[in-house]
């Protein structure tokens, strides 16, 4: 008892720092520690390093070793994958690849002169294109430069198109998304199985029902509003801001490790197989070896590489540091006691596994609500999956997607998110408008996940 308590105070007062927009990685960081410590001081016995480091032969000092261990747990495995996967992406932004990519795929919907279509339409396409474009911030500015006007100019009107956008990062979908990598590796299984076989059936009903939403809340708040819809002729709706100095093939570049994973994976090719730093590290050597056939400046090409490398770092510092100081956020918890106090409190009271992941999500989506990061609520907990799994006799995974899902889900409607900021602006509203209009396609489609998990798990 004396251990939940101790945990549940600590977690009560980091989860209020973070809330006041305290810096996330310390005050986790902190946090673990005091955990650790109480674990280490009460109960000596139970204070193990998770059976992987070497003691130090000094409790005082065993308590920064776990830190130690999970740095090199953590670069060696998830946190490398993100910043192989961030880097890869920074890539394909400076190349003009990720630009051309989505110049491509927006120009059939040029041709649709029904506003509300185009509006739903878009979601979709938009949505698709998170696959290949891993950052919520990156795709949301993708689209404001290249997508917004064009609807804009087709008679969309500006809040609608920019909560569409707000929208289009709603699920973080595909292997080269950081939070579903955690949950593969988390779970045990590659992130290509993971995409194919546990995201792709709930993500489909999901576009679905929430297309379907953006259409019905976009065509209320319009007339709420008494926004006036007006048709113009197609051949305008260029959408010029979008960059064109990089070649058109240069569309199939953001796809090339993505089709790799999938390819050379347990879902096709088994006898040959690829992990998605390879992937990325391969896709990248791509677009260096295409900027060297197509631009005369091999210097510049060269010097242009050195974004791989910078987009490695910059993923540390603010992806990486917060995986790791979650976990030993985590491995504080599990030392003292309080996830098995609380799971077998759960147990005993009756509950089963689906009232633990409906509690777990709900966490999680609340989570990323208050702070605006999807990445930050889900690496907070994700450790905590395994053990309730076992627990309760079922797989880790059973938990983890939709724990992992909510956290883009929650971050839709978060005013302070990042990707509801910049859209607001660009709709000229306040971001409390934006998650209005957020609000109703969002609830819809935590529903429905929460649902096909349960009906695929049942």
């Known amino acids: 008892m004396l251990g939940l308590v101790i945990g549940v105070a600590v977690v009560v007062v980091a989860a209020a720092m973070i809330i006041r927009n305290y810096q996330p990685q310390p005050v986790l960081l902190v946090a673990g520690l005091v955990l650790l410590v109480s674990a ?3 109960f000596p016995d139970q204070f193990i390093l998770h059976q992987k480091a070497k003691s130090t032969g000094w409790m005082g000092f065993d308590v920064f070793a776990v830190v130690k261990d999970s740095l090199v747990t953590q670069m060696s495995g998830i946190g490398l994958i993100i910043m192989a996967s961030a880097a890869f992406a920074d890539y394909m932004d400076h190349i003009g690849a990720t630009a051309a990519m989505v110049r491509l795929c927006i120009r059939p919907l040029r041709m649709i002169k029904a506003p509300y279509l185009v509006l739903t339409l878009g979601y979709i396409l938009g949505q698709s294109l998170h696959v290949a474009i891993p950052s919520a911030a990156g795709l949301a500015m993708l689209l404001l430069m290249s997508f917004f006007p064009m609807m804009v100019s087709l008679g969309v009107s500006k809040p ?5 956008i707000a929208l289009c990062s709603f ?17 045990g ?13 709930v993500a489909v009903w999901v576009m679905a029902v929430v297309a379907i939403l953006v259409l019905v809340s976009s065509r209320y708040f319009d007339r709420k509003n008494n926004v006036a819809i007006r048709v113009v002729d197609s051949d ?7 960059r064109e100095d990089s070649r058109g093939f240069y569309a199939l570049l953001p796809l090339f490790p993505i089709t790799l994973i999938l390819v050379f994976s347990p879902l096709l090719v088994g006898e040959v197989t690829i ?24 210097r510049d090409v060269l010097k ?24 030993v956020f985590a491995r504080g918890l599990e030392a003292l006691g309080t996830v098995d106090y609380l799971i077998d409190s759960v147990r005993d009271a009756g509950f089963g596994v689906d009232a633990m992941s409906v509690v777990m999500t709900l966490i999680v989506a609340m989570t990323a609500v208050i702070t605006g990061s999807g990445v930050a609520a889900f690496f907070s907990f994700s450790s905590l999956a395994p053990a309730i799994a076992t627990k309760f006799g079922v797989g880790a995974v059973t938990l983890l997607l939709p724990m992992q899902l909510v956290a883009g889900m929650g971050r839709a409607i978060s005013p302070v998110s990042g990707v509801i900021v910049a859209v607001s602006k660009a709709g ?6 934006i998650v209005r209009r957020t609000l109703i396609p969002s609830i819809g489609g935590m529903i429905t996940m929460i649902v096909i998990n349960y009906l695929r798990n049942g």
Request: aromatic content about 8%; overall charge negative; proline content about 6%.
């Open 40 to 42: 280490a001081t009460l």
């Open 428 to 433: 000229e509203c306040p971001p409390f408008e």
């Open 171 to 187: 699920m973080d979908l595909g292997p080269a998304v950081g939070t579903a990598n955690l949950a593969a590796k988390t779970a």
């Open 189 to 201: 299984i590659p992130p290509a199985v993971y995409f194919v076989q546990h995201q792709i059936p």
């Open 236 to 242: 305008t709706a260029t959408g010029e801001q979008i």
């Open 304 to 327: 242009g590489f050195q974004i791989f490398f910078n987009g490695i770092g910059s993923s540390f510092a603010s992806v990486v540091s917060l995986l790791v100081c979650a976990d």
């Open 275 to 298: 992990d998605v730093v390879t992937a990325m590290v391969l896709g990248s050597a791509a677009g260096l070896a295409c900027e060297l056939c197509v631009r005369k400046d091999v």
């Open 160 to 164: 609608a198109a920019a909560a569409m």
